[in-house]
């Protein structure tokens, strides 16, 4: 057997994908992939820079990745509509994408 194959199966580099679907009611699946173990966190700010939700602060092992937000605030109230951005920070890089929420 070739095990190289599994080796591939492990991201080669980090990314974050915008969410999907976008724009989404009531709820939107953020996919990202690490290349390696690390701490991730990943929160939702409103258009003022304002943190509304923490989905995930918490050490990962590499490979494809995936949280679903369902347009609740961390007191889980659902949030009003509109543009809302979402940070990925991990031990190296920070990433931010845009999102819509319709109602």
């Known amino acids: 057997e070739n095990v190289s194959i599994y080796k591939e199966l492990i991201p080669t580099i980090f990314t974050l994908f915008q969410n ?3 724009p989404f009611n009531p709820i939107t699946n953020i ?4 290349s390696e173990a690390t701490n991730v ?3 939702i700010y409103d258009m003022m ?7 995930i602060n918490t050490n990962q092992n590499s490979g494809d ?14 949030v009003s509509a509109g543009m809302y951005f979402y940070i990925i920070k991990t031990n190296t890089l920070n990433q ?8």
């Open 65 to 78: 990745m995936s949280v679903i937000w369902n347009g609740t605030n961390n007191n889980g109230e659902e």
């Open 31 to 34: 996919r990202y992939d690490l």
């Open 49 to 55: 820079g304002k943190e509304v939700k923490n989905l």
């Open 20 to 22: 999907h679907p976008n």
């Open 96 to 103: 931010t994408r845009k999102m819509i929420l319709l109602k």
């Open 41 to 43: 966190d990943i929160s």
